[in-house]
């Protein structure tokens, strides 16, 4: 382990490698398609993580731009999914400085990790072109909050351990289980903090006037247009 290493339990340097795999095996980009603006010059992914999204869309945009405040991340991002249109660039989403704007911002499951939510939104928001999207899904807290204690998790876990088993089979359902019941995942995911429905409504709203909110199982998506024309 070296000096450097992090040990903030909150933090993915030490997830990385597992995590991008239940990233690619479980990540569906289609909210973020079937949102995405006309004009597709350039994209900001915040907390890109190992760059699952960011590659997708590299597909639709000219060039893309993945933050993450975690170097392990996005090491395996540049390792396992670099293009030639495509940045990953270290960065904390709580004190962002971006010097270029952008015609869409997306963030998978990042937001629940900033220490202002408003004030992240407030430089994103300054950093959309004229009718640039915002586009963004984090976890929501529902009626199985009560499922992140660490005993009922694992619980849960092995539940849903013979249904993956159909959706994946066998190896990756196993090695998904094996993530999701590691001690590391467990005082990680245990202690995330989510907004409620409402609370998302409250929060987003009041920075997003005229946000749509769309509930998706675990999570709420977020689709916010900035002012002015979305042209090309
Ligand atoms: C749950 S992971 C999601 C990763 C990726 N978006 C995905 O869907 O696979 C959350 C990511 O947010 C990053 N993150 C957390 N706090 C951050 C911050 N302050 N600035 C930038 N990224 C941050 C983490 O390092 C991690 O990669």
Known sequence: MNALENHDPRSFDHLAEEYDFVASLVRKPDFFLSHLPQRR??????GC?????????????????????????????????AAANIEYRRADANELVLGQKFDAIVSHTAFHHLEN?????????ATLEPGGRLILIDNVAGKFAFAR????????SCLRLPLDIWR?????????????????WIAHVTTDRYLSADGFHEVYGQLLPGASFTRLKYFM???WQAPGADVI
């Open 117 to 125: 939510v408003p004030r992240t939104l407030g430089v994103l928001k």
């Open 49 to 81: 993580g190992t760059g699952v999204l960011a590659s997708e869309l590299s597909r639709h945009f000219e060039s893309v731009v993945g933050i993450d405040i975690s170097e392990p991340m996005l090491a395996i991002a540049r390792r396992k999914r």
């Open 168 to 184: 994946f089979s066998l190896r990756p359902a196993w090695r998904f289980f094996r993530f999701c019941v590691s001690p590391s």
């Open 221 to 223: 998506g977020v689709v």
């Open 41 to 46: 010059h350039r994209v900001l992914d915040v």
């Open 149 to 156: 204690h660490p005993f009922l998790y694992v619980v849960f």
